[in-house]
T-cell receptor, first 113, second 112 residues
Framework: AQSVSQHNHHVILSEAASLELGCNYSYGGTVNLFWYVQYPGQHLQLLLKYFSGDPLVKGIKGFEAEFIKSKFSFNLRKPSVQWSDTAEYFCAVNKGGSYIPTFGRGTSLIVHP | NAGVTQTPKFQVLKTGQSMTLQCAQDMNHNSMYWYRQDPGMGLRLIYYSASEGTTDKGEVPNGYNVSRLNKREFSLRLESAAPSQTSVYFC???????????FGPGTRLTVT
């Protein structure tokens, strides 16, 4: 069965620090990759996605992610976090044309002002 | 354009009671999903509907039933609520296949 691993369960940073959240998946075929963000008390929103092409994907609010096929990874990065980035971040992977994404367990990010 | 809407926002049930969570989307999406979110567990798929007229079980379907009423609406029913079903429930929709999902605001359910 496909699995999605987010290695960092809780991350605490100060404002202006750099961020990298890890995401690895176990499926070897064609995948579609997503990062979602859930701000406190809100629903999940799409941060960025990768289907094909340039493996470096830019999303909203200064976030980016890099797809490294050989490492089965899709890590999320931001060079300088803000207090407003405090949220839970979920990585999700679709196999090929599957209707069902597999979600990681999420990473809770707290940014101190 | 409201996106995905869910009702109710909050609900408290006693063990054994039944209720239906409603979900509707106005984006003409083919696929709809029900998830539950529990601390430390991420999102777990309960049921999904790949297209109007079809429904399938997800990872944690026990204790739930669904109805895809039409292309817009996808309801989740708890026939006999149990404390283990205390959770936040999210409905989502997508065009289908490889595309991203759009989530509703969630329903916080407590079963006592």
């Amino acid at each position: 069965a496909q699995s999605v691993s987010q290695h960092n369960h809780h991350v605490i940073l100060s404002e202006a620090a750099s961020l990298e959240l890890g995401c690895n998946y176990s499926y070897g075929g064609t995948v579609n990759l997503f990062w979602y963000v859930q701000y406190p008390g809100q629903h999940l929103q799409l941060l960025l996605k990768y289907f094909s092409g340039d493996p470096l994907v830019k999303g909203i609010k200064g976030f980016e992610a890099e797809f490294i096929k050989s490492k089965f990874s899709f890590n999320l990065r931001k060079p300088s976090v803000q207090w407003s980035d405090t949220a839970e971040y979920f990585c999700a992977v679709n196999k090929g044309g599957s209707y069902i994404p597999t979600f990681g367990r999420g990473t809770s990010l707290i940014v101190h002002p | 354009n409201a996106g995905v809407t869910q009702t109710p926002k909050f609900q408290v049930l006693k063990t054994g009671q039944s209720m239906t969570l409603q979900c509707a989307q106005d984006m003409n999406h083919n696929s709809m999903y029900w998830y539950r979110q529990d601390p430390g567990m991420g999102l777990r798929l309960i049921y999904y509907s790949a297209s109007e007229g079809t429904t399938d079980k997800g990872e944690v379907p026990n204790g739930y039933n669904v109805s895809r009423l039409n292309k817009r609406e996808f309801s989740l029913r708890l026939e006999s609520a149990a404390p283990s079903q205390t959770s936040v429930y999210f409905c989502a929709s997508s065009e289908g296949g490889r595309t991203e999902q759009y989530f509703g605001p969630g329903t916080r359910l407590t079963v006592t």
